[in-house]
């Protein structure tokens, strides 16, 4: 397994610039001021994760799970794996990308945590914005790891704490937009626009303009307020996914 990694200096420097504050006077007439471009286009600088499973393709972050020898209708990994964003942890925030899928699951971790490494790479646990190329889980909240799916497409849902503390007690409000559609809204193999907003115990996702979930998470003990972000590919039948256009901006 090949890791990429950002030589520390190299990206403490990058980190530090990209995350300067200017003064008030200059950001009312620069208002993208704040706005961190997480992925330069070109190569991999900035994220760690298995080489051999990651690399870029056509201006675009490419994660790949190759087809096993022995059986290429399944997956050669078999455990989910990530490409870990080496600029530092989030809290609250507004993160934009574009993503396209053929087969499989992925997502994008955020406020996560990273766990012991596996065989195929790093493995995480945390909130995860999921999408995948088939028609029930894009747009959900899931907690890789964790309380598992906290919101389907469509709901707003508040989250309290259970006496299982991977189970939590989810109250479902009035939906925020209906599922079909916003499945319908999905191009196939194609490029989605994706939106992450996280303020507090509030997160919301949207998928092409469309609000998919709007949770409150009350678990105040297993709800996580900061943490890593990561990109996923899932284990399970060969899949391709690509990201591009990933932008941060960070919320006060």
């Not at 990109?231 to 990933?246: A, S, T, Y």
Request: hydrophobic content about 35%; glycine content about 10%.
């Amino acid at each position: 397994m090949k890791i990429f990694r950002l030589p520390l200096i190299a990206l403490a420097a990058a980190t530090f610039s990209q995350c300067e504050k200017k003064p008030a006077e200059q950001a009312a007439t620069e208002p993208a001021a704040s706005e961190i471009q997480l992925f330069n286009g070109v190569d991999l600088v900035g994220w760690e994760g298995n080489t051999d499973l990651w690399s870029v393709q056509d201006g675009a972050i490419t994660g790949i799970t190759p087809p096993d020898p022995a059986n290429p209708e399944k997956g050669i990994i078999k455990h989910n794996t990530f490409l870990v964003w080496k600029g530092g942890t989030v809290g609250d925030f507004e993160l934009t990308f574009q993503y396209r899928i053929e087969k499989g699951n992925s997502g994008v971790q955020y406020r996560s945590k990273e766990l012991e490494p596996g065989e195929f790479g790093p493995i995480i646990s945390g909130y995860q914005a999921d999408f995948e190329a088939g028609d029930k889980y894009s747009g959900i909240l899931y907690e890789e790891k964790g309380r598992g799916i906290l919101a389907l497409r469509g709901e707003k849902t508040v989250i309290k704490p259970g006496e299982n503390p991977k189970k939590p007690l989810i109250e479902k409000g009035e939906p925020v937009g209906d599922s079909a559609a916003i499945q319908a809204s999905i191009k196939k193999e194609d490029w989605n626009d994706y939106k992450i907003i996280a303020k507090g115990n509030h997160v919301q996702h949207f998928i092409n303009g469309m609000q998919t979930v709007d949770v409150t998470d009350e678990d105040a003990a297993n709800a996580p307020k900061e943490g890593i972000l990561a990109l996923q590919i899932h284990q399970g039948p060969p899949m391709k996914v690509q990201f591009r256009n990933l932008k941060l901006v960070p919320l006060d």
